[in-house]
């Protein structure tokens, strides 16, 4: 197919692909707004006007009682509202801060009174601190005639001018209160109310009190009841359709605004009634990815090969006049972490063509056919962007072998693979989209997927050597300030086996690390500090270690060592150290000096004897065995494995191969399969194993009790610096002293007794459950 304008994708500033931000979203800013709109309105509506003070129903009938309540002024009307559907009233008036004064109630005087009454109210009425008396015999004619002769008028009042003077609080104190009764139920109340000075009040001077109060009608008793209705206009509340809208709209606004988010989350995030089914390809542009190949390095033939595929999108008639066609699929294997993808990032950004990118598992789902339906969806959309790349990473997610049970057998995941194996080469082949995955396990992909006509062409990316791991170290440090003169191929050359992941972590642990020392610029001593740190972990300097355990592994440690150092085909050493480090209490390291892709035998069985020497020098100073050879027993037994069982190192077993290698697991295929060779072989397998280890022992008991002057120097040395290199080694076994000695901080000195006098493990210890090993051979694997 031509790359001709209308087939590729829209462009220009009024587009947008799929895969860019959306837009503003103008429906959830409407619906945002009409919903604080309306709840607005509903707030202002039920919100208390700050003018209006509200009263509960005990400060409103001290009021009332008290006369201070205005009813027939025009400018300040009291209202009350009831509803149909409700029990309450809403009371609207205004009220005087002091009561009005009769023309009779002179300030500082008093004035007899005489009023009819309930008995029943007076309690509730006066309360505790009025006295009074009640006598059952009709009010005497003596009173009046009292009254007369003092020449002073009685004031007869009503239930209400009684209420008014209990409420103020003005009786005369030294006229008690007498109450005549003949019934029982009702009486005379004589009395006198004694005005206070200053309490005349002008009520055009004075701004009465708005106040609403809310009360219920059903506590409201006769006499309020008629007060209320004789004196308030009364407007009865039936606007159902206002009410229901404040009530209930609001709440209907928030539920659907809550739908239309969860919409709108459910939608992003491809599970939509209607976007079930659809792929979860990301389409990518160069705008979006800056990565290229000048970024990816130590992997140069798999560039070279990934080249080919980019060249021919760009230029197809340079390969079609030849009759060569465009491959259908590329499969990138190699180890975790050596840039797989990394390099289909690249591809993307060298390729002027779309890219869509997606993950294995994203085509699985929990109902089976979602998975197909997506494949499907995925070559659709490809179909109409062709010629494309699709990137599927970790595809051993939907590629795992069929037909298999225990770990193999799964409906939705065969299902989704039946149809990627159509689309890829099927009836209906998409032309010009083209399948680049990635995996680590290619030993679980199923054979109809990595035939050609669907992956043709299988690109290994695997751990970088010696120049690769330069090239990815100076890519690397681009981002980093490094001190002039570094030269990285130390670095490349001491991090055998690392991969680019790790070699980047490197760098930034380097870098952390430079910054924390408070450094201008990362040197090399931080970059092998950061080298160690990653292979074999951080120091433990906050280990607390006895001096019995500091000892035990020093001698360790000086076993390794002097063996290394005296035994031919050894790999170099780097450094010994009885500093912690992860879950080593001491590590003998070696670096090799270039990549290693082979092991000779002498180099085997010289590695073995190394091993062996830990155990040896250690029994040396405690006489007696711990578990800290622990680490390598495990390395001898598996070295010697290999030699008997792969290698065919063995003279009795000779050149066959015994098991199926210790490579990754596919427990499905794998689970029923038995071992290939019979009880007797197994038998002889193991007695060269263990033939294998015992000479090692004999000759690394003869080399370290022959040296031992030697052993000890280095692990006093290493109980004085901690850390020793090669060169410190070499110093002390040739010339017994180091010219050179480390600068690094002393740690504290061991006490003398130790160092002259085995150490004999008390009788009374408890056997070792385990801990952390006290010392391992730590280097390139054989």
């Excluded at 396990?441 to 290994?460: K, Y």
Aim: hydrophobic share 40%; glycine share 10%; charged share 25%.
């Amino acid at each position: 197919m031509s790359d001709s304008p209308q087939n590729r994708p829209p462009q220009g500033p009024g587009t947008r692909g799929p895969n860019d931000p959306p837009g503003f979203n103008w429906r959830l800013a409407i619906l945002l707004g009409a919903a604080f709109l309306i709840l607005g309105l509903a707030f202002m509506n039920g919100a208390v006007n700050p003018s209006v003070k509200s009263f509960t129903y005990a400060e409103f009938k001290t009021a009332l009682d008290q006369g201070r309540v205005i009813f027939d002024d025009p400018k300040h009307v009291f209202k009350v509202s009831t509803k149909d559907s409700a029990y309450n009233a809403t009371i609207d008036g205004y009220v005087y801060d002091k009561p009005l004064r009769s023309k009779d109630e002179v300030p500082g005087t008093v004035r007899p009174f005489l009023a009819n009454v309930q008995l029943s109210k007076l309690p509730a009425l006066l309360g505790d601190k009025v006295p009074f008396q009640v006598l059952e015999k009709p009010l005497p004619d003596a009173v009046e005639k009292t009254q007369a002769e003092a020449d002073i008028k009685p004031v007869l009042l009503s239930e209400e001018g009684f209420r008014r003077i209990a409420a103020l609080k003005e009786f005369d104190e030294a006229t008690p209160l007498v109450v005549y009764s003949t019934n029982g139920e009702n009486g005379t109340v004589v009395g006198a109310q004694k005005v206070p000075v200053g309490s005349e009040f002008d009520p055009s001077k004075a701004t009465p009190t708005h106040f609403e109060v809310v009360a219920p009608l059903l506590i409201l008793g006769d006499q309020m009841g008629d007060l209320l209705s004789k004196n308030g206009i009364f407007k009865a509340d039936n606007d159902f359709l206002k009410s229901a809208i404040f009530t209930f709209l609001p709440v209907l606004l928030i539920v659907l605004l809550l739908f239309f988010l969860f919409r709108q989350q459910m939608k992003a995030a491809g599970r939509g009634a209607m976007s079930f089914g659809k792929s979860k390809a990301k389409l990518l542009t160069r705008d979006h990815n800056k990565v290229t190949f000048k970024d990816v390095a130590g992997i140069q033939e798999a560039k070279e090969e990934l080249w080919e595929i980019v060249d021919f999108l760009r230029d197809p008639r340079k390969f079609q006049k030849l009759g060569g066609s465009i491959p259908k699929g590329v499969l990138m294997v190699g180890p975790p972490g050596t840039g797989k993808t990394l390099l289909a990032r690249a591809i993307a950004g060298e390729a002027d063509v779309p890219f869509f990118s997606i993950s294995g598992s994203d085509f699985v789902e929990m109902f089976v056919g979602v998975g197909a339906s997506r494949v499907r969806d995925m070559f659709e959309q490809g179909k109409k962007h062709a010629p494309c790349l699709i990137f599927i990473d970790e595809i051993d997610a939907v590629g795992r072998h069929r037909g298999h049970g225990m770990g193999g057998g799964h409906d939705e995941r065969e299902q989704t693979l039946n149809q990627l194996l159509v689309e890829m080469d099927g009836f209906d082949t998409q032309e010009g989209v083209i399948i680049i995955a990635a995996t680590n396990r290619p030993d679980v992909l199923d054979p109809a997927l990595l035939r050609p006509g669907r992956f043709d062409r299988q690109v290994t990316v695997s751990l970088p050597d010696v120049n690769g791991r330069e090239e990815i170290l100076r890519v690397h440090v681009k981002k980093i300030k490094l001190a002039p003169g570094t030269d990285l191929g130390i670095i490349a050359r001491g991090t055998p086996g690392f991969s680019g992941a790790e070699l980047a972590n490197l760098i930034n642990e380097a870098a952390l690390l430079a910054a924390r020392r408070g450094l201008s610029a990362v040197t090399i001593s931080e970059m092998e500090e950061a080298r160690d740190k990653v292979r074999w972990g951080r120091e433990r300097r906050s280990l607390a270690m006895s001096d019995k355990e500091r000892i035990g592994t020093a001698w360790h440690e000086a076993g390794h060592a002097y063996v290394t150092m005296v035994l031919p085909h050894t790999h170099p050493l780097h450094k010994v150290t009885i500093i912690p480090r992860g879950p080593y209490l001491g590590a003998t390291m070696y670096l090799p000096e270039g990549d290693k892709y082979s092991t000779q035998r002498k180099e085997a069985l010289a590695n073995l004897v190394v091993t062996m020497g830990g155990r040896i020098a250690e029994a040396f100073i405690t006489d007696d065995v711990s578990n800290g050879a622990s680490g390598d027993i495990r390395q001898a037994t598996s070295l010697a494995r290999h030699m008997v069982c792969e290698w065919g190192m063995s003279e009795k077993l000779g050149m066959i191969e015994y098991g199926d290698g210790d490579g990754p697991v596919f427990l499905a295929r794998d689970v029923s399969r038995g071992r290939n060779y019979s009880e007797d072989t197994a038998r002889v397998i193991d007695a060269e194993i263990k033939r294998f280890i015992d000479e090692a022992y004999d000759h690394a008991t003869d080399i370290l009790t022959k040296g031992k002057d030697k052993v000890e120097l280095i692990a006093n040395a290493l109980l004085e610096f901690e850390t020793l290199d090669a060169a410190h080694l070499k110093d002390l076994i040739d010339h017994g002293e180091m010219r050179n000695p480390p600068s690094a901080p002393k740690p504290p000195p061991v006490p003398e007794e130790f160092r002259k006098k085995p150490v004999q493990k008390p009788a009374e210890d408890k056997p070792d459950d385990g801990g952390p090993l006290p010392g391992e051979v730590v280097g390139a694997p054989a």
